[in-house]
T-cell receptor
Framework: AQKITQTQPGMFVQEKEAVTLDCTYDTSDQSYGLFWYKQPSSGEMIFLIYQGSYDEQNATEGRYSLNFQKARKSANLVISASQLGDSAMYFCAMRKIQGAQKLVFGQGTRLTINP | DAGVIQSPRHEVTEMGQEVTLRCKPISGHDYLFWYRQTMMRGLELLIYFNNNVPIDDSGMPEDRFSAKMPNASFSTLKIQPSEPRDSAVYFC????????????FGQGTRLTVV
């Protein structure tokens, strides 16, 4: 079974600072994918970034990067130069690459950016 | 592309009534997922389909819940009879391995059972 743990229920950060959201995972699969989604107060789920377990380099998408440490089973999201619009819930998720395509989500971290 | 389309966006119903939630996945996607989000339990996968066939319905809470996908462009999630504890946001998502690893979510249906 797969499990995602996000230990930070809430985080408060000053605008323009970098922020790291923690995510650890547990799986017996050799091949898997890790995802981050953003859920603003309006409620939609927005895909941010993906990392495959065999990718040697950390994924980056604009101001988002994924700090992937396979041995530690961690997949932290780093947001550089935070903006007020980054205030939202952030969910880490994972799924197998082969076979079942279902995403398993963590409990989420509520990020608040202060001006 | 219009994205995943869910209807209705909001639904308020009385306990015991039948509720039907609808989803139109992104064209060409062959996976469709139904998730439920509550404060207590977070995001839970209820059921998912591949090429219109249910693959895993182990997350469906009980027999009151049923889901169908009669064709590649439409799916329903039905609750009969509804109970107050079914109040939640229900998301539909779709994906295709050929088009990328991520699943795309609809706007969700906020269900309130009174």
């Amino acid at each position: 079974a797969q499990k995602i743990t996000q230990t930070q229920p809430g985080m408060f950060v000053q605008e323009k600072e970098a922020v790291t959201l923690d995510c650890t995972y547990d799986t017996s699969d050799q091949s898997y994918g890790l995802f981050w989604y953003k859920q603003p107060s309006s409620g939609e789920m927005i895909f941010l970034i993906y990392q495959g377990s065999y990718d040697e380099q950390n994924a980056t998408e604009g101001r988002y990067s994924l700090n992937f440490q396979k041995a530690r089973k961690s997949a932290n999201l780093v947001i550089s130069a935070s903006q007020l619009g980054d205030s939202a819930m952030y969910f880490c998720a994972m799924r197998k690459i082969q076979g079942a395509q279902k995403l398993v989500f963590g409990q989420g971290t509520r990020l608040t950016i202060n001006p | 592309d219009a994205g995943v389309i869910q209807s209705p966006r909001h639904e308020v119903t009385e306990m015991g009534q039948e509720v039907t939630l609808r989803c139109k996945p992104i064209s060409g996607h062959d996976y469709l997922f139904w998730y439920r989000q509550t404060m207590m339990r977070g995001l839970e996968l209820l059921i998912y389909f591949n090429n219109n066939v249910p693959i895993d319905d182990s997350g469906m809470p009980e027999d009151r819940f049923s889901a169908k996908m009669p064709n590649a462009s439409f799916s329903t999630l039905k609750i009969q009879p509804s109970e107050p504890r079914d109040s939640a946001v229900y998301f539909c998502a779709s994906s295709s391995i050929d088009r990328g690893p991520e699943a795309f979510f609809g706007q969700g249906t906020r269900l309130t059972v009174v």
